[in-house]
């Protein structure tokens, strides 16, 4: 059980689903306490050349060598046994059992016969003292956040007995500061243990990788020294050409406030106050990027803007009007724009075709219906017109946009959005998880709305997309707003002090 | 893949389908001691024989159909509706009473009435778990499976007294039903006992397509049920969509009640509902929730049915047994149709039969 991997290789990889070449004759090779990066757009193949290795996919043609024996894994328990672990993009825990009881499941999946739970509790400790993992055997996993939830995937991966680790997208659902903590640990881990990480942030592949492999549509593309290259050539080489993401060049004076918040107090799920007399005013023609700690009242800031939270205390006023508490389909109907957070489960209806989401505000407006009765030759032409200005990678305008990769179900909502002239857009995270290609898209997608004249109320976590897109930037914490800074006064620092809740002055 | 690979593909599925539920069902039939045969030949093929027994599917088949349609739009809304039972005995009743409230008033103006009565009476039956669980999120197994316990009963209670039949009072011969119902509530027959109800199914399953797939209702509802929180976020209210779609299942429930007694039975009696109201969720599934599956969904259920009424008498297999066999053709059917809807199956033996081909050539 105990042999070490001193190298592992795939070679010629292919792999091909119904109308799909997933993976393209895909070599790659980690050596002992190597970590290699595997980056590549959404959709390049990455997450199937590492289910393949797990035993989950048979590949179609190829071999993969441990300590240059080729080997044959028939599912994850054979790949468990020679030493690899995988922590999935999304986690694999039950929510409501024990950090402890759902390690014992890692066990008899991997085939263990013969466990009690206090043996498993004893590894776990040893292994979190061992690499600095600090989790709560006992904890329930609903209690912990995605952080901690994905250190207990960490520690359940090692409970087995890995010395090979694959991490696919391990910081896309992480905050900034999990996101350092993470990397930190993993490097701390290179001492013991070899890793394949997938990734598109280019600021993790340099910070952690000694290698680097770039995947596009299929194929290995570059494979080379990290050190070698810097983030914009890596940038480029995986996108295919150069990736220079736009920035708000400022100028132009701020228009009329059009959206104003006043006083708006608004309570969270579990019924405590998620915005706090929160007051912000936006004007036409800028973006306003609110920074912050995720879960500091965001999403209920959004939502309550929307409809679709209740405004407890407090005014919404939109062009004028008050909205505060009006029907989403009201305030939908006074011009408002949305990209909401779930892009997945809100922004779409996911069983839908593509052309049915790009109506799904406007079904009944009279632009796609008469009198009740659907106007399908409107709708088509209208998707495969816009299927095409945004570049939406799709078989067609009948697939289901559930099935579309992150990147281009945002792009579905974008168009949705742009497409009906709102007069205000919320956009809620409009780039998480997405791939340098998509981001430049959606970027200058947003400036281009700034230049005609829309105001724009930005969420993100990531300052380097609030700093460069944003007119003012607006900090939020606990629920109000700390302070509202021009573009030329924010800096890196000063808002991250804001964002911890340290007052200034 | 070729054309010719995949249409061999999915004929050799149902070809192999068909032979399981045959040997299973062979077993079964053969443990009993059962001419196997004969059997068959008695579910199968003696019920399409002549027009008759045709007739007679197709009278089964009607108010299936009619439910089927009707929860298959509640359940592309987002909520499963399993009172259709309920429903269709509140139809029985509202029917029944307008028929026996009016005698007089003429066929044109009565059957409608009294079928517009049947609609209402199943429509609000429906209405309340919609609402219910659009309000307050009441689920709806519990809240319709209640209702189908108070509805059966109800409708048992006003057989027993306000529709009993006076002569049932004079003759004391005890059997709960009302009287004959006035012609003027009679649906027309075609043949034999098959009534104008089948137009009416028809109809129904157009109408349906057309509501759920060309308007915006229909669009909505699906929405709704499909995705509820985009569907919200795309300015759909919900909720209201959730109880229409419940009553119009209920609606639909409630007039294939009332089209039940207009066209065959033309009095209130016990067990007209038939579990009509059950097997019309497995119709509306196996029909694929679409109106152009649950036609001839309804036709092989009931051909199911008919066929298990024939067996005991032509070749003496209990009616139990052949709903067994129903119930293992039904399973290996749907696990059919789930091996021909899975793309990656289908690639793999293309592949194999790829590599097969080129070994030999």
Known sequence: MDRRIKSLKMEHITKTFPGVLATDDISISVGEGEVLALVGENGAGKTTLMNILMGLYQPDEGQIFINDVPVHFKGPEDAFRAGLGMVHQTYMLVANMTVTENVALGYRNAGEKHFDLKTVRRRIEEVSSRYGLMVNPDAYIWQLSVGEQQKVELVKTLCLGARFLILDEPTSALTPQEVDELIVLLQRMTKELSIIFISHKLQEVKALSNKVTILRHGKVVFSGNTDDYSSQEIAAKMTGHDIVLPMNEGGKKRGETVLSVQNAVVMSDRKTPALNNLNLDISAGEIVGLAGVSGNGQRELAEAINGLRKVESGNIVFLGKDITNKTPREIIDAGMGYIPEERNTEGIVPPFSIKENFVLKDVSSGLFSSACFINGKKIDATAEKLVKRFDVRCPGIDTAAGSLSGGNIQKVILAREIERHPKFLVAVYPTRGLDMGAVEFIHSELLKIRESGIGILLISEELDEIMNLSDRIAVIYKGSIQRVLDKKEATRERLGILMAGVKEE | ?361
């Open chain 2, 1 to 361: 893949m070729t054309k010719s690979f995949r249409i061999a593909f999915k004929a050799s599925i149902i070809i192999i389908s068909v032979v399981a539920a045959i040997l299973m069902a062979s077993i079964i039939l053969w443990l009993i001691g059962a001419d196997v045969s004969d059997t068959f030949f008695a579910i199968v093929f003696e019920p399409l024989s002549n027009m008759l027994h045709i007739s007679e599917v197709l009278i089964r088949a009607i108010p299936l159909c009619i439910i089927a349609l009707g929860i298959s739009v509640a359940y592309r809304s987002g909520i499963i509706n399993i009172g259709a039972e309920g429903q269709m005995a509140m139809g029985l009743l509202a029917f029944t009473g307008v028929a026996l409230a009016f005698p007089d008033v003429p066929r044109p103006l009565l059957l409608p009435l009294a079928l517009i009565a049947a609609v209402i009476g199943g429509g609000l039956w429906g209405f309340i778990p919609g609402i219910l669980k659009a309000k307050l999120n009441v689920s709806e197994l519990l809240s319709t499976v209640m209702l189908n316990y108070i509805a059966a009963q109800f409708y048992s209670l006003c057989l027993r007294t306000i529709y009993l039949d006076p002569a049932e009072q004079v003759y004391g011969t005890g059997t709960p039903q009302s009287m004959r119902l006035t012609e003027n509530v009679w649906l027309g027959r075609i043949t034999g006992r098959l009534h104008y109800g089948l137009l009416i199914a028809i109809v129904l399953a157009v109408l349906i397509y057309v509501l759920m797939w060309k308007t915006t209702v229909g669009f909505k509802m699906r929405a709704s049920g499909s995705g509820a929180r985009a569907a919200r976020y795309g300015g759909i209210s919900v909720g209201f969509y959730l109880a229409a779609s419940m009553a119009i299942s209920g609606a639909f429930a409630g007039l294939a009640g009332g089209v039940e007694l207009a066209g065959v039975h033309r009095r209130a009696i016990e067990g007209i509902t038939n579990n009509y109201g059950f097997s019309g969720v497995v119709v509306a599934l196996f029909g694929g929730l679409h109106p152009f599956g649950i036609v001839p969904a309804s036709f092989l259920f009931g051909l199911l049915i008919y066929g298990s009424t024939l067996a005991p008498s032509m070749v003496g297999v209990p009616a139990n047994i052949v709903q067994v066999m129903q119930g293992i053709i039904i399973i290996v059917i749907v696990t059919a149709q789930m091996v021909l809807s899975n793309a990656y199956f289908q690639n793999r033996v293309w592949r194999k039969y790829q590599a097969l081909m080129k070994k030999e050539g």
